[in-house]
């Protein structure tokens, strides 16, 4: 019955969208400002039909992944490492606090002079930019393990590696989790934004391509299927953050 209502309010709120884009459509009596819904629908038919967006779909996702698992890979690992250090906390908490609020965008001029216009810059531009999230919301579950915790592990007189598998990586899973949420969606968005200034390849690309030749129909209609990736990814992600962590609703 849940699901049905939440249908239910999709399908209502994207007809009531889809209508005031159309009226607004004809009010400007201007297809090239802004196309109609039907031309967008009828443009992804057509750049999926004819093949031309999906190698930009397989380069954005592949960028995307690529600089995602390896900000996980790094960022969990320094966030546990730091998280259970109070010396490493006192000299890297400066460094890392000065670097955080900097935008992933801002690295891109760098990255271009350090790896040029194409895959490498893309992928260095992701990685900063999952790389916070994952950082520290691990960095935070870990110095948020109630104290308790710790006298069970020395009460049993826990090895490292057991404390660390029985009670840490337990404890602090939901937050590893929840920086990852965050970070595919930075990264998506990023990804964007970087292939549009540095790339060669990719959705950003497609865009920027399409706006410098005045598509401005393929500009919408690549936009709508980044939109609906995006999502999709999230849902993977929160998919996948609600079976692990099952047991926390019990």
């Given at each position: 019955m849940g699901i049905m209502i939440n249908i239910w309010k999709w399908m209502v709120s994207l007809f009531f969208f889809f209508l005031i884009w159309e009226i607004i459509s004809l009010l400007t009596n201007n297809t090239f400002f802004l196309p109609p819904p039907w031309e967008i629908m009828?443009?992804?038919?057509?750049?999926?039909?004819?093949?031309?967006?999906?190698p930009h779909i397989i380069a954005s996702l592949e960028k995307t992944l690529i600089g995602f698992f390896i900000a996980l890979v790094i960022g969990s690992?320094?966030?546990?490492?730091?998280?259970?250090?109070k010396f490493l906390r006192e000299y890297f908490n400066p460094i890392i606090e000065l670097m955080r609020p900097v935008p992933p965008i801002a690295w891109i001029?760098?990255?271009?002079v350090w790896f040029g216009i194409g895959y490498a810059s893309s992928a260095f531009?992701?990685?900063?930019?999952?790389?916070?999230p994952i950082f520290t919301n691990v960095?935070?579950?870990?110095?948020s393990i109630p104290r308790v915790y710790n006298r069970i592990g020395k009460n049993y007189n826990l090895t490292p590696l057991q404390k660390f598998t029985n009670i840490i990586f337990p404890f602090t899973l939901p937050y590893l989790l929840t920086g990852c949420k965050t970070s595919i969606g930075f990264s998506w968005m990023v990804v964007i934004a970087a292939e549009m200034i540095a790339g060669n390849y990719g959705l950003g690309y497609f865009i920027e391509a399409n706006r410098v030749l005045l598509k401005t129909e393929y500009v919408i209609a690549t936009m709508v299927i980044i939109g609906v990736?995006?999502?999709?990814?999230n849902r993977l992600v929160a998919l996948l953050e609600s079976r692990v962590t099952a047991w926390r609703t019990k």
């Amino acid at each position: 019955m849940g699901i049905m209502i939440n249908i239910w309010k999709w399908m209502v709120s994207l007809f009531f969208f889809f209508l005031i884009w159309e009226i607004i459509s004809l009010l400007t009596n201007n297809t090239f400002f802004l196309p109609p819904p039907w031309e967008i629908m009828n443009s992804i038919w057509y750049l999926f039909s004819s093949g031309i967006i999906i190698p930009h779909i397989i380069a954005s996702l592949e960028k995307t992944l690529i600089g995602f698992f390896i900000a996980l890979v790094i960022g969990s690992f320094l966030g546990y490492v730091i998280g259970l250090s109070k010396f490493l906390r006192e000299y890297f908490n400066p460094i890392i606090e000065l670097m955080r609020p900097v935008p992933p965008i801002a690295w891109i001029p760098l990255a271009i002079v350090w790896f040029g216009i194409g895959y490498a810059s893309s992928a260095f531009i992701i990685f900063i930019a999952a790389f916070f999230p994952i950082f520290t919301n691990v960095y935070f579950g870990v110095t948020s393990i109630p104290r308790v915790y710790n006298r069970i592990g020395k009460n049993y007189n826990l090895t490292p590696l057991q404390k660390f598998t029985n009670i840490i990586f337990p404890f602090t899973l939901p937050y590893l989790l929840t920086g990852c949420k965050t970070s595919i969606g930075f990264s998506w968005m990023v990804v964007i934004a970087a292939e549009m200034i540095a790339g060669n390849y990719g959705l950003g690309y497609f865009i920027e391509a399409n706006r410098v030749l005045l598509k401005t129909e393929y500009v919408i209609a690549t936009m709508v299927i980044i939109g609906v990736i995006g999502y999709l990814m999230n849902r993977l992600v929160a998919l996948l953050e609600s079976r692990v962590t099952a047991w926390r609703t019990k």
